[in-house]
């Protein structure tokens, strides 16, 4: 992947709520709040991370230590969705991205998590990354039902 850093589009630090989500949409009780509301079946959650939005990929990092959580350029996401009911999600699904060891440690030893998919916690600005993502990507948005 472009590991350059290209010019910024958008930029989002959180440092009480979690902006990356990985879902686990079956045995999982996990509630995280969100900073608007709950969000259940969550696997792994991170907080006090930033993520951007380039003019060729969506990254997420923690501020500090600075590792990754997730890196995908926009030819490998395949969809973007508005999760109804949760005001401020957005899910991204995507072909392949690169995981940092920390995602990747969160997120093993369990089969039901979709490897393919992040809900992104952007909050009061999450219309502005769901426009740009849709655009960016060249996909057809559309919502989902909460699958909760």
Known sequence: MNRSDNSTILRKTSFFWPI???PSY??????VYTGRGPGKDIKFSAGFARL???DSILRCRLIFPPLLILEVEFS???GVSRLEGKE????????KGRKGWL???GLSGDSTIPRDRALLNPGDEWETWYRELTERAGIRSASIQETA
């Open 20 to 22: 990356i989500l990985f």
């Open 26 to 31: 079956e045995r999982s009780q996990t509630i």
């Open 52 to 54: 951007t939005l380039t």
């Open 76 to 78: 490998d996401i395949i």
């Open 88 to 95: 401020g999600i957005v899910e991204i699904r995507f072909n």
């Open 103 to 105: 995602t990747r440690f």
